[in-house]
């Protein structure tokens, strides 16, 4: 029992701590110079989604691909077909690039790959009632997620 109030006080010791460095962090901000602030690198614009699924489909997940694109999963709910496409931020020379959607069970994946200026894919699954995983990947970076998005069916699975 010793330890574990020894180690709760301690936690709380390092709580304030931390808590204090958050509360004086502003003021180092606004000490520092104007001109280093504005040095900062600017994040990197994620893509837009293209509409390139078709009619009816709407972004419901999405994952940015560092700085070279986002891959986006788009969902009919008239249809119950979801769709993935990959798009550059900024179009450019054709590089290597993969639109991927699949399920677990049964063990189902669509995919395009290629060399593409602009975008990869789409790429449509009927996954009503499933969790997806899917993907995209330019020049060798990837993004994505697994088993997300499930339909109202999945827990029935």
């Known amino acids: 029992m010793i330890d574990i109030r020894r180690a709760a006080a301690i936690g709380a010791a390092v709580t304030a701590t931390a808590c204090a460095a958050v509360a004086l962090a502003p003021a180092?901000?606004?000490?520092?110079?104007?001109?280093?602030?504005?040095?900062?690198?600017?994040?990197?614009?994620?893509?837009?989604?293209?509409?390139?699924?078709?009619?009816?489909?709407?972004?419901?997940?999405?994952?940015?691909?560092?700085?070279?694109?986002?891959?986006f999963l788009t969902?009919?709910?008239?249809?119950?077909?979801?769709?993935?496409?990959?798009?550059?931020?900024?179009?450019?020379k054709a590089v290597?690039?993969?639109a991927s959607l699949g399920f677990a069970s049964p063990t189902t994946t669509?995919?395009?790959?290629?060399?593409?200026?602009?975008?990869?894919?789409?790429?449509?699954?009927?996954?009503?009632?499933l969790c997806v995983t899917w993907r995209g990947e330019i020049s060798g970076e990837v993004a994505g997620k697994n088993?997300?998005?499930?339909?109202?069916?999945?827990?029935n699975r």
Do not use: W
């Open 75 to 92: 969902y009919n709910s008239a249809t119950g077909k979801n769709c993935v496409v990959t798009v550059r931020t900024k179009p450019g």
């Open 147 to 155: 088993g997300t998005n499930c339909g109202s069916r999945a827990a």
């Open 28 to 71: 180092a901000v606004a000490a520092e110079p104007a001109a280093q602030r504005a040095t900062a690198a600017p994040k990197a614009a994620a893509a837009q989604y293209n509409g390139v699924c078709g009619s009816g489909y709407a972004v419901v997940n999405s994952a940015q691909i560092g700085t070279k694109g986002t891959v």
């Open 96 to 98: 290597h690039m993969t």
């Open 110 to 129: 669509v995919t395009d790959t290629g060399y593409f200026t602009t975008y990869a894919g789409p790429v449509h699954l009927d996954a009503r009632g």
